[in-house]
């Protein structure tokens, strides 16, 4: 019996506690399911609990959070109310098995992981209900509950009511965040899982139980609007054994199962203590055709903080994705450039080590001699990784391209549009546009470029947009999330239509290809505001919105990278080819992809 100065008499229930109510002498029984409530928070917040009694599910002995989970075998029938709960035991390994009846006792308590600078009262990651400075004991042993099988029908398509989260109670037959939070820490399990999101490097990997969710060919569950969610994603993360290098459209064959937590690097997350047998399917990395005599190829690559401090075996790789994958294409826009000495921040803005280990990693592959033209950037004027001073670049083959080569273009200097007899032409090449903008503050500045191909001028503006970081997470306590970086791709999208618009009304037929990373969707405010007029236009609408993705985040396969062109260009021929983003053994996190112009 749990005793205290109070005057109390009472039996413990065989799942439940006797708590004193103040002002009375009456005890009322408290279960797992009263601890969790019926909303995000509990109503038991900051409350000492004694006795609560459950069965162990599954112990996590180490990490950034050991414990373990327990669940109440009798649930109460309120679809809102979680059976599950987890001691968080940050001293010492939790001294417990799978199987044992516990009595647990300790402080109800709301955990919100924060990022440095956040507070609880303002992070948007949701809460963890747990409990902490817990002592317990072990009664027996009982079968453990058997996990709860999460099928297609299960999950509700609508992903989050509107609100902050935390004040909403529950409606788990509406809403999947809200089906999730109602089985926070209860023993789960999905059957025959495919993969979404391939495995990371801290083991984890991402399913869906919604295999048919805005399905794409070869596996992924794409994210095709602001309204699409994709409600079946559920991060995996296996407890005490190492997670199998998993791809996009392998599957989890058998049972998947273990208690829900929840993360904040990817939302919902399976503790797996049994993890279905990976059954790879042998996607396997694009390769492209290479251009006819007559066509150009342009390509955009974002080699991911790519310097001269990185390993030969990173420079190989990805000179392998451009003399095989991409099939040497005639000009490259790279983004994630790094100076020469990388992460280190000394001050250095170079960038000639390595753009001149690429170019000969490429040749050493079977490649062409490649030429390239960048501008450095002011010493951590441009964001990115401290010290990195990332900037874009291009890289031409001049077998096949010829670069013009205009002086004044440096990284002050703004770029222009400006007449070159009948045609347009560049004030600089290459050159910056608008670098000194207040839309360019922290982030990289365009670079653009005026090439020859067939006789003919071709403009290449080669983008990094900046970046989502301070965007409120798509599964987080406020809904809708907030994109707050948005605005600032929104202006930075209407400087480079600006000169792009320029070159247009000089020459109505001028062939402009916008490339990069936008750090955006095509659905986006950024992206319309390069589209508005049809001033450009965006070749990869020609594919099933289903197939529109270079990148993979938390499961949710996105368009990030674009390529957009100008009526002049006329009809080009488009391919994403997907070489890293579906893979766990990436050379970069994005996928390039070509146009090939005639």
């Given at each position: 019996?749990?005793?205290?100065?109070?005057?109390?008499?009472g039996?413990?229930?065989?799942?439940?506690?006797?708590?004193?109510?103040?002002?009375?002498?009456?005890?009322?029984?408290?279960?797992i399911?009263?601890?969790?409530?019926?909303?995000?928070?509990?109503?038991?917040?900051?409350?000492?609990?004694?006795?609560?009694?459950?069965?162990?599910?599954?112990?996590?002995?180490?990490?950034?959070?050991?414990?373990?989970?327990?669940q109440?075998?009798?649930?109460?029938?309120?679809?809102?109310?979680?059976?599950?709960?987890?001691?968080?035991?940050?001293?010492?390994?939790?001294?417990?098995?799978?199987?044992?009846?516990v009595?647990?006792?300790g402080?109800?308590?709301?955990?919100?992981?924060?990022?440095?600078?956040?507070?609880?009262?303002?992070?948007?990651?949701?809460?963890?209900?747990?409990?902490?400075?817990?002592?317990?004991?072990?009664?027996?042993?009982?079968?453990?509950?058997?996990?709860?099988?999460?099928?297609?029908?299960?999950?509700?398509?609508?992903?989050?009511?509107?609100?902050?989260?935390?004040?909403?109670p529950?409606?788990?037959?509406?809403?999947?965040?809200?089906f999730?939070?109602?089985?926070?820490?209860?023993?789960?399990?999905?059957?025959?899982?495919?993969?979404?999101?391939?495995?990371?490097?801290?083991?984890?990997?991402?399913?869906?139980?919604?295999?048919?969710?805005?399905a794409?060919?070869?596996?992924?569950?794409?994210?095709?609007?602001?309204?699409?969610?994709?409600?079946?994603?559920?991060?995996?993360?296996?407890?005490?054994?190492?997670?199998?290098?998993?791809?996009?459209?392998?599957?989890?064959?058998?049972?998947?199962?273990?208690?829900?937590?929840?993360?904040?690097?990817?939302?919902?997350?399976?503790?797996?203590?049994?993890?279905?047998?990976?059954?790879?399917?042998?996607?396997?990395?694009?390769?492209?055709?290479?251009?006819g005599?007559?066509?150009?190829?342009?390509?955009?690559y974002?080699?991911?903080?790519?310097?001269?401090?990185?390993?030969?075996?990173?420079?190989?790789?990805?000179?392998?994705?451009?003399?095989?994958?991409?099939?040497?294409?005639?000009?490259?826009?790279?983004?994630?450039?790094?100076d020469?000495?990388?992460?280190?921040?000394?001050?250095?803005?170079?960038?000639?080590?390595?753009?001149?280990?690429?170019?000969?990693?490429?040749?050493?592959?079977?490649?062409?001699?490649?030429?390239?033209?960048?501008?450095?950037?002011?010493?951590?004027?441009?964001?990115?990784?401290?010290?990195?001073?990332?900037?874009?670049?291009?890289?031409?083959?001049?077998?096949?391209?010829?670069?013009?080569?205009?002086?004044?273009?440096?990284?002050?200097?703004?770029?222009?549009?400006?007449?070159?007899?009948?045609?347009?032409?560049?004030?600089?090449?290459?050159?910056?546009?608008?670098?000194?903008?207040?839309?360019?503050?922290?982030?990289?500045?365009?670079?653009?470029?005026?090439?020859?191909?067939?006789?003919?001028?071709?403009?290449v503006?080669?983008?990094?947009?900046?970046?989502?970081?301070?965007?409120?997470?798509?599964?987080?306590?406020?809904?809708?999330?907030?994109?707050?970086?948005?605005?600032?791709?929104?202006?930075?999208?209407r400087?480079?239509?600006?000169?792009?618009?320029?070159?247009?009304?000089?020459?109505?037929?001028?062939?402009?290809?916008?490339?990069?990373?936008?750090?955006?969707?095509?659905?986006?405010?950024?992206?319309?505001?390069l589209?508005?007029?049809?001033?450009?236009?965006?070749?990869?609408a020609?594919?099933?919105?289903?197939?529109?993705?270079?990148?993979?985040?938390?499961?949710?396969?996105?368009?990030?990278?674009?390529?957009?062109?100008?009526?002049?260009?006329?009809?080009?021929?488009?391919?994403?080819?997907?070489?890293?983003?579906?893979?766990?053994?990436q050379?970069?996190?994005?996928?390039?992809?070509?146009?090939?112009?005639?």
């Amino acid at each position: 019996m749990h005793g205290s100065s109070k005057t109390l008499a009472g039996v413990v229930a065989a799942c439940g506690v006797l708590v004193v109510l103040p002002g009375s002498a009456v005890a009322a029984e408290i279960r797992i399911h009263d601890v969790q409530g019926q909303g995000r928070v509990s109503p038991l917040l900051g409350q000492a609990v004694g006795g609560v009694r459950g069965v162990v599910t599954a112990v996590r002995p180490d990490g950034t959070s050991p414990g373990f989970w327990f669940q109440d075998p009798n649930p109460d029938g309120d679809p809102r109310t979680s059976e599950g709960l987890f001691v968080y035991t940050p001293d010492e390994a939790p001294r417990v098995a799978v199987g044992d009846v516990v009595s647990v006792s300790g402080t109800v308590a709301e955990y919100y992981a924060v990022s440095e600078g956040e507070q609880p009262e303002t992070t948007p990651n949701q809460s963890v209900t747990e409990l902490s400075g817990a002592t317990w004991q072990v009664t027996g042993t009982a079968p453990v509950p058997a996990a709860e099988p999460i099928t297609p029908a299960s999950v509700p398509e609508a992903y989050a009511p509107e609100g902050e989260l935390d004040a909403l109670p529950l409606d788990p037959a509406r809403f999947a965040l809200d089906f999730y939070e109602s089985r926070e820490h209860v023993n789960i399990a999905v059957e025959d899982a495919r993969v979404v999101g391939p495995t990371d490097s801290y083991g984890a990997l991402t399913v869906t139980s919604k295999p048919r969710q805005n399905a794409g060919e070869r596996g992924t569950t794409t994210y095709t609007g602001y309204d699409q969610q994709n409600s079946g994603r559920l991060k995996v993360e296996p407890i005490g054994a190492p997670a199998p290098a998993a791809n996009v459209g392998d599957q989890l064959a058998g049972s998947t199962e273990g208690p829900l937590d929840y993360s904040r690097f990817g939302g919902y997350l399976l503790a797996a203590t049994t993890l279905g047998e990976h059954r790879p399917v042998g996607v396997r990395p694009e390769v492209t055709r290479p251009p006819g005599e007559d066509e150009l190829a342009v390509a955009t690559y974002n080699v991911e903080n790519l310097s001269a401090t990185d390993e030969q075996g990173k420079y190989d790789r990805l000179a392998h994705g451009v003399t095989t994958n991409l099939a040497a294409p005639g000009v490259i826009s790279l983004e994630e450039v790094q100076d020469d000495t990388g992460a280190t921040d000394d001050g250095v803005v170079t960038a000639e080590r390595t753009l001149g280990r690429f170019v000969d990693a490429i040749e050493a592959a079977g490649g062409p001699r490649y030429e390239w033209r960048q501008i450095d950037p002011v010493d951590g004027a441009d964001g990115g990784e401290p010290g990195g001073n990332i900037r874009v670049a291009f890289l031409f083959n001049p077998a096949r391209v010829s670069f013009v080569d205009r002086p004044g273009g440096d990284a002050g200097t703004p770029v222009e549009a400006v007449e070159a007899g009948e045609r347009a032409g560049l004030s600089a090449s290459p050159g910056r546009i608008a670098p000194g903008d207040d839309a360019w503050r922290a982030s990289r500045k365009p670079l653009v470029g005026e090439f020859t191909f067939r006789g003919e001028p071709v403009f290449v503006v080669a983008n990094h947009f900046t970046s989502k970081g301070g965007d409120q997470p798509l599964h987080g306590r406020f809904q809708p999330p907030v994109r707050s970086s948005e605005q600032q791709r929104t202006a930075q999208a209407r400087l480079v239509r600006g000169l792009v618009a320029d070159l247009v009304t000089i020459d109505p037929e001028a062939k402009v290809l916008v490339t990069g990373d936008l750090n955006d969707f095509g659905f986006s405010p950024a992206v319309s505001a390069l589209t508005e007029g049809g001033l450009l236009s965006s070749p990869a609408a020609a594919l099933p919105p289903n197939e529109r993705y270079s990148y993979v985040y938390e499961g949710n396969a996105q368009a990030l990278d674009h390529v957009l062109t100008t009526p002049g260009v006329g009809e080009v021929d488009y391919d994403v080819v997907h070489i890293n983003a579906e893979f766990a053994d990436q050379a970069s996190d994005h996928d390039p992809q070509l146009v090939r112009v005639r």
